[in-house]
């Protein structure tokens, strides 16, 4: 079992910064691949970025490159999700979520997810 707990969420103006970090536990949580979704209201739950259990690996929804930053401290049992020049279409719930497949994980399937942090972004 792997419990993973966000934080770091909150409201910023358009432009603006915000970093999320997800909390794992559990004894393998180190091993899994880990990634952040995000839901809009009235919207499906849309991939934004995702780490392999090494950190080897990151990758990003096309809409967010070049301004968000994935990573994971295994030490910690911690991922993080560093987000720049934010859109208030970015508002959202953003969870954390895990997997034993990086790639499946990618697909929005996955053992584990978390209960999620709201970012809000005011234009």
């Known amino acids: 079992q792997v419990q993973l707990v966000e934080s770091g969420g909150g409201l910023v103006q358009a432009g603006g910064s915000l970093t999320l970090s997800c909390a794992a536990s559990g004894r393998t949580a180190s091993m899994y691949a880990m990634g952040w979704f995000r839901q809009a209201p009235g919207k499906e739950r849309e991939f934004v970025a995702a780490?392999?259990?090494?950190?080897?690996?990151?990758d990003y929804a096309d809409s967010v490159k070049g301004r968000f930053t994935i990573s994971r401290d295994n030490a910690k049992n911690t991922v993080y999700l560093q987000m720049n020049s934010l859109k208030p279409e970015e508002t959202a719930v953003y969870y954390c979520?895990?997997?034993?497949?990086?790639?499946?994980?990618?697909?929005?399937?996955?053992?584990?997810w978390g209960q999620g942090t709201q970012v809000t972004v005011s234009a």
């Open positions: 780490i392999s259990w090494s950190g080897r690996m990151p």
């Open positions: 979520a895990a997997d034993s497949d990086l790639r499946r994980l990618k697909t929005g399937t996955y053992d584990y």
